[in-house]
T-cell receptor
Framework: GAGVSQSPSNKVTEKGKDVELRCDPI?????LYWYRQSLGQGLEFLIY????????KSGLPSDRFSAERTGGSVSTLTIQRTQQEDSAVYLC?????????????FGPGTRLTVT | EDQVTQSPEALRLQEGESSSLNCSYT??????LFWYRQDPGKGPEFLFT???AGEEKEKERLKATLTKKESFLHITAPKPEDSATYLC??????????????FGKGTLLTVNP
């Protein structure tokens, strides 16, 4: 079946502009995660959605970052007033449910470059 | 705070030359250790989950093992198509957040023909 999809695959933006990154999880998966992968660094957890529960936003690096998940499916990660340090690959993952026993399956990522 | 350290950072092998990758971890209440494979320009691809010390899992030329402090990914008679970055991650159970994965920086494996 279809895996996790993300769009756009690449985004180049000027410093100070806002960007929106989209994630379509695997159908039927109730848990959705965003991670960031910077050059030379491990994947960094950003935010977690599980069903209708309040999201865990503890990994968001600043208040310029926000995310929403509409209808329990598609999610959008928004970065306002982008900075050069925001340049990274943003990865979305989904799992059948959150928690133990459920593997996370990743999308191909969005490569964001802030000039 | 959960921590994952992978070694070596990079490994070059000749085709057929078996070796192992290491993942050392510190976690409060392990709720799973995960291995992923990541090809350039792609997202991580799930390989294995291990839950308890002594557990082993195999897939083709790969075998993952787990102790209380580390995990090994053994690669037997590798082929050039095994070239990729291998990522290790842990899921801990502290603070009710038993869904976050903490990743290591990965091992870049290159297998020469």
């Amino acid at each position: 079946g279809a895996g996790v999809s993300q769009s756009p695959s690449n985004k180049v933006t000027e410093k100070g502009k806002d960007v929106e990154l989209r994630c379509d999880p695997i159908s039927g998966h109730t848990a959705l995660y965003w991670y960031r992968q910077s050059l030379g660094q491990g994947l960094e957890f950003l935010i977690y959605f599980q069903g209708n529960s309040a999201p865990d936003k503890s990994g968001l690096p600043s208040d310029r970052f926000s995310a929403e998940r509409t209808g329990g499916s598609v999610s959008t990660l928004t970065i306002q007033r982008t900075q050069q340090e925001d340049s990274a690959v943003y990865l979305c993952a989904s799992s059948l449910m959150g928690g133990t026993g459920h593997e996370q399956y990743f999308g191909p990522g969005t490569r964001l470059t802030v000039t | 705070e959960d921590q994952v350290t992978q070694s070596p950072e990079a490994l070059r092998l000749q085709e057929g030359e078996s070796s192992s990758l290491n993942c050392s971890y510190t976690v409060s209440g392990l709720r799973g250790l995960f291995w992923y494979r990541q090809d350039p320009g792609k997202g991580p691809e799930f390989l294995f989950t291990l839950y308890s010390a002594g557990e082993e899992k195999e897939k083709e030329r790969l075998k993952a093992t787990l102790t209380k402090k580390e995990s090994f990914l053994h690669i037997t008679a590798p082929k050039p198509e095994d070239s990729a970055t291998y990522l290790c991650a842990v899921r801990g159970g502290s603070g009710g957040s038993n869904y976050k994965l903490t990743f290591g920086k990965g091992t870049l494996l290159t297998v020469n023909p």
